[in-house]
């Protein structure tokens, strides 16, 4: 395999991985959105946590084998139309939306009135991870 | 120093939906995966309803995506069949076609079983995740073979 072969194959897995995380945290986010207090948050916040962790990686090694690819192969340059283009489109929103998906996984912890209405098997009592969660952030 | 292949501008849209689809369904597989692997213990209904949804309303469209994606572009570019890396392509969706279907078919009654029992489903759940984890190496294995282009 040539360095042109790798940088490609690298390039496309870590875009794989980056939508990869967008389909986690937006599985995440369809499962707590509308089920405040009846599901038991702390699977949904270690997927978060996946979701974040495969943006970090997939997210950077996007820019950086994409980068090296634009300055490696000749006929692209960094300043062509296209590659400024996702460059300024990749501005990460991600901060954000790992934010708001933890803060709806977290909202979802189970309250004593709707665990009681035993509409929901499923609901226990919140992790402790759930519960440092909440203790050490602000959900917006 | 590589030179820059520049494709017509009529395949980009179907190289699009090839690549957009597979990038979906790798993702939809991921996220199953990882589901069910956090249901592998414990009675999680939520969870395990959660990752048939997936397989139904991502990963099985997503499929079809990428599939008349590959279609279109391969009638577009006449790549030789004998080529190794179409080969691959062909072997890794097809058979993984009927794992997905597989996958799909005993999720849902893993979800059906934990929704009715406590704790119900959940061998079904571990034949699921290991159905997609190898679906979902396979795929890889696919990624390597279409970016590389071997043979």
């Known amino acids: 395999m040539s360095l042109y072969d790798w940088l490609l194959f690298l390039h496309v897995l870590a875009a794989f991985a980056a939508v990869a995380s967008v389909v986690v945290l937006s599985a995440i986010l369809a499962a707590t959105w509308r089920s405040a207090g009846v599901v038991d948050a702390g699977p949904f916040l270690r997927m978060s946590r996946l979701g974040s962790r495969l943006w970090d990686v997939g997210g950077m090694g996007t820019l950086i084998f994409g980068i090296w690819l634009a300055v490696y192969v000749e006929g692209y340059e960094l300043w062509d139309g296209w590659i400024l283009a996702a460059l300024v489109l990749w501005r990460s929103p991600r901060p954000r939306a790992c934010g708001w998906v933890r803060a709806s996984a977290a909202l979802s912890e189970p309250t004593p009135g709707t665990v009681s209405s035993g509409a929901r098997s499923e609901a226990s009592a919140p992790s402790s991870s759930t519960r440092s969660w909440r203790s050490r952030s602000q959900p917006f | ?151």
């Not at chain 2, 849209?13 to 692997?37: K, Y």
């Not at chain 2, 139904?56 to 009638?75: D, F, K, T």
């Open chain 2, 1 to 151: 120093m590589t030179i820059a292949l520049i494709r017509p501008d009529d395949w980009n849209f179907p190289l699009l939906l090839h690549v957009g689809g597979a990038m979906l369904l790798v993702g939809s597989l991921v996220t199953v995966a990882a589901l069910f692997l956090l249901a592998w213990r414990g009675d999680s209904p939520g969870l395990i309803r959660l990752g048939f949804r997936t397989l139904l309303i991502a990963a099985l469209p997503s499929y079809v995506l990428m599939r008349v994606g590959a279609e279109w572009i391969n009638s577009k570019e006449n790549i030789p069949d004998e080529a190794d890396w179409i080969g691959i392509g062909y072997i890794t969706a097809d058979g993984g076609l009927v794992f997905l279907l597989i996958s799909t078919i005993l999720a849902g009654v893993a979800a059906r079983r934990a929704g009715r029992h406590p704790g119900g489903g959940g061998t079904l759940g571990r034949v699921v995740t290991v159905l997609t984890l190898v679906v979902l190496t396979a795929y890889l294995i696919a990624v390597w073979a279409m970016t590389t282009k071997p043979g």
